[in-house]
């Protein structure tokens, strides 16, 4: 059946490969966006499409459009990006939550939640499971975007219990690949347009702090199963579970790259969480069995190459 879906974020980095997904399957695409950290390159090649229509709006304040599914990805996501005017941060997780939910509430329509990993702040469980409550600072420089993104999946839960409104929770651990901002400050985008340049690659701290990382392919298959099951809310992490330190993606970098870049240690931003890793049984359970079916080295090669085009560098 061919739905009418409105994405907010659309023209972001996840947003716009979520743009191509749902066009592939047939259905309407309603992109909407403020473009603060998303561009228009990125949906370029979508709008002579007569199924998708890019709306310039700021989730913060209201809209209306006749909907059957909302994805809500308004948000930047990059530290720099979203610490750049917290204020707005907090204020596009909170106030764009609300609109969604108040929409979502009028049409009967079904809303999906793009929550974070960060929900579990510098996490004392590991790996972190839904029911982990989490540890975050609430006045720290990361706090407008990890406590706007709890608010917002409290908000999800008071208009299911309140009002009966079709809520879908993501928890998305840090993802990579094509359409990613070149100088969004993110670890893989940093360190891949570093070794493309022949630039230092900047690790901040020892680079023994870890992370998951996730291909955008894997995780766009993931939100369309949980938007369209109807099992669970969620909360429901999805990520990728290989765990590998900062210096180790450096490595790989470095190797894939075959750069003559060195790695240079800078300053741990506050706050930085020291591990993360998520746990995927509920989503196996719920998701038909998803899990991630591409290799770190396989996705920072296809990354590496649309960084080397978008960026003109011959390899
Ligand atoms: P992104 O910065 O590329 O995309 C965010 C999009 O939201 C951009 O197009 C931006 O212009 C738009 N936007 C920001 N504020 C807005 C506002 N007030 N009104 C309308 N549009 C606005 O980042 P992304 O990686 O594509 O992230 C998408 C969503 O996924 C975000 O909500 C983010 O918090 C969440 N997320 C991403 C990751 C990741 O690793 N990529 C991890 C956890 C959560
Ligand atoms: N990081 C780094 N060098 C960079 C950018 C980030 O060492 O140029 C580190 C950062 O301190 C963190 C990890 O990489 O420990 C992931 O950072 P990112 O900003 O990508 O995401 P998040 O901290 O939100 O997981």
Known sequence: MSLRILITGGAGFLGSNLCDRLL???HEVICMDNLFTGRKVNIEHLLQNPKFEFVRHDVVDPFKVEVDQIYNLACPASPPHYQYNAIKTIK???MGMINCLGLAKRLNARVFQASTSEVYGDPEVHPQTEDYWGHVNPIGIRSCYDEGKRCA???CFDYHRQNGVYVRIVRIFNTYGPRMHPNDGRVVSNF???ALKGEDITIYGDGNQTRSFCYVDDLIEGFVRLMNQD??????NIGNPGEFTMLELAE???DLTGTSSEIVHEDLPA???KQRKPDITLAKKYLNNWEPQVPLRE???KTIEYFAQTLDIDR
Not at 231 to 236: A, S
């Open 24 to 26: 592939a399957e047939g």
């Open 92 to 94: 596009t997780s909170v």
């Open 153 to 155: 999946e409290t908000l």
């Open 192 to 194: 891949i347009v570093q």
């Open 231 to 236: 099992e669970t809310t969620g909360p429901i």
């Open 252 to 254: 790989n970098v470095i």
């Open 271 to 273: 706050d930085d969480p």
């Open 299 to 301: 996705g920072l090669e």
